[in-house]
């Protein structure tokens, strides 16, 4: 068994309280404007998650696998369930940007399509690599009502709202989201909402395998309107959009918890949907990632 200094293991229990304290929930983040709605209900979620986290009695432990990240389903004694990540670049980049993507598409009006996360301690061992008291990234569960995109029946996933799928694309192009394969998409049972799950590969983040978004154009969930101009987006939409695009580097470092680069990705993508359209930012941004895995 490999043993760990005890200097890595302060430096790592320093490295995790300093991520706890910036993303602690606070009441304001210096967002202003489109930036600052509903930045509320991302804290509550996580202070929700929080709670019931730390009341659970676990009954079950399942790995669920993955490729990028280790990933455990918990189910506790009263039926909740969570998702347990331990992120391939480690738990501050997956907290980080899974929390950036949290409060943007609170912003897009839609803060249920990114599930809350919080970095905890586990209470018990969970498995070989995970001991009692470890910290690991907790991620709220989407619930039974949800199936993965790739099993999804093709009439309930053409029940999904044109907003929801271009929602989803504005998100998945301002966090140049590599990864979204149709298993990285839950869809609810009847089509009305769906939820974008495995945050990891984004913000400027290329390495191993790439993929064109399914919730892009042409995409298994891909929007089919115009989207040619950027005034086709719906206005509260494109207030968002008008907002990331003006805002400094360091006010969306503030506001979404990201480093410099990433806020510039963020940045850059934004002012191009500004420039010309939804449709041609995105077929700039799948142009400039070269080869691709066929769709999944």
Do not use: C
């Not at 399942?62 to 455990?72: I, P």
């Not at 929801?164 to 140049?176: H, K, M, N, P």
């Amino acid at each position: 068994m490999t043993r760990v200094s005890p200097l890595v293991q302060r430096r790592t229990a320093l490295a995790v309280a300093a991520l706890v304290v910036a993303f602690a929930p606070r009441p304001s983040i210096g967002a202003r404007g489109p930036l600052a709605r509903g930045l509320p209900e991302v804290n509550e979620a996580q202070q929700t998650l929080k709670q019931q986290w730390k009341a659970v009695q676990i009954k079950r432990i399942k790995a669920l696998g993955g490729k990028s990240a280790a990933v455990l389903e918990i189910k506790g004694e009263q039926d909740d369930r969570f998702i347990v990540r331990r992120p391939r670049r480690g738990i501050e980049h997956g907290l980080r940007v899974s929390i950036a993507q949290h409060r943007l598409a609170a912003q897009l009006d839609a803060v249920e399509m990114i599930p809350a996360a919080i970095v905890a301690k586990t209470a018990a061992q969970l498995d070989a690599n995970t001991p009692a008291g470890a910290d690991v990234m907790v991620v709220a569960h989407a619930g039974k009502q949800y199936v993965g995109g790739d099993t999804a029946a093709p009439a309930v996933i053409a029940h999904i709202p044109e907003r929801q799928r271009v929602v989803a694309a504005i998100i998945d192009l301002l966090a140049e989201q590599q990864d979204r394969k149709s298993a990285n998409i839950l869809v609810e049972r009847t089509g009305k909402s769906m939820m974008l799950i495995d945050p990891d590969k984004t913000f400027g983040q290329r390495h191993g395998a790439k993929y064109r978004s399914q919730v892009f154009h042409g995409g298994k969930m891909g929007f089919s309107s115009a989207q040619a101009r950027f005034e086709d987006l719906d206005p509260d939409l494109q207030g968002v959009v008008d907002a990331i695009a003006r805002a400094p580097l360091p006010e969306l470092e503030s506001i979404y918890g990201l480093q410099q680069a990433e806020a510039k990705v963020m940045s850059d993508r934004a002012k191009r949907i500004r420039q010309v359209g939804l449709r041609a930012a995105i077929d700039e941004y799948v142009t400039s990632l070269g080869a691709l895995h066929a769709p999944e």
